[in-house]
């Protein structure tokens, strides 16, 4: 396969940052499959680039005072993930009541608020995971924590970004259950706020084009990360070759999706 400097384009600068962004879908199934990346908590937290810790403090997919990853950044090596998994697999098996379903269609045919419907669908995801209502004070702590690099320049959007996550943590760990991972159940809280309740309203916007042509063309999840295992060019993708532990890729799979109409990347890669 032949190199390119822009495809994928990689931002290399020395001792400070090494970052791939992949959004060819071929290039992106071929990393992934490569055997060569993992996700980012295949390192501990203090030994991973300087940049990721800084940035994911201030975003709902880490507790940096408990040290705590959420699910999908953990490695499926990591002894906790199947146990994980299992738990907001039965989480979610639970569905939806039809009063449920009605409740949101008629908050958006009210055309509500975006505080009014992320509330209410907070409520309604998560009350599998909560014996109470999720306070309004929370779900709009929610709607604050950074979900790209570039709002983490800004020092007022990390700073809140960063309260807004140490808050939706302590009220998590406060209500929930000894026994459950936190960070799993209050980035679930932050994703509908920031992306759920957005996605339903694209819906109604759309309401004669397939769903998978929606979650393709608008998806909700545009990106996912990965960091490398072990020196590589991916079988002559890049130039120069990955650097263990340091090597962050970032696989654009909301641009994957738009570009192939596959709805598996959409979710996934």
């Known amino acids: 396969m032949s190199t390119s400097l822009f495809n994928p384009l990689r931002l290399k600068i020395p001792w400070l940052c090494d970052i791939l962004f992949v959004s060819d879908p071929e290039h992106i199934r071929q990393i992934e499959t490569s055997g060569e990346v993992d996700r980012l908590h295949r390192y501990d937290t203090a030994d991973l680039p300087w940049w990721v810790s800084f940035f994911f403090k201030a975003t709902k997919f880490h507790d940096d005072t408990r040290d705590l990853w959420f699910c999908p950044l953990e490695s499926t090596a990591n002894p906790s993930y199947p146990r994980r998994r299992a738990y907001l697999e039965a989480k979610v098996a639970h569905g939806y009541s039809a009063g449920d379903v009605r409740k949101i269609a008629d908050l958006l045919r009210a055309d509500a608020s975006d505080d009014v419907l992320a509330h209410a669908m907070v409520q309604i995801v998560n009350h599998r995971f909560f014996a109470q209502e999720v306070p309004l004070s929370i779900t709009r702590a929610a709607q604050y924590t950074l979900q790209n690099l570039g709002e983490a320049i800004w020092p007022w959007k990390y700073r809140r970004g960063k309260a807004s996550q140490q808050q939706i943590m302590d009220y998590c760990a406060r ?8 960070l799993d159940v209050g980035h679930n809280i932050g994703e509908v706020v920031q992306a759920t ?73």
Do not use: C, M, N
């Open 175 to 182: 209500t929930l259950p000894q026994d459950v991972h936190i």
């Open 197 to 269: 309740a957005k996605a339903l309203r694209r819906i109604k916007d759309h309401l004669d084009r397939p769903v998978e042509d929606i979650f393709t063309t608008y998806a909700p999840t545009p990106q996912v990360l990965r960091i490398a295992t072990t020196a590589s060019t991916f079988h002559g993708l890049l130039w120069l070759p990955t650097r263990a532990g340091h090597t962050v890729i970032i696989l654009k799979i909301g641009r994957a999706a738009a570009q192939t109409g596959d709805i598996l990347f959409t979710f996934s890669t």
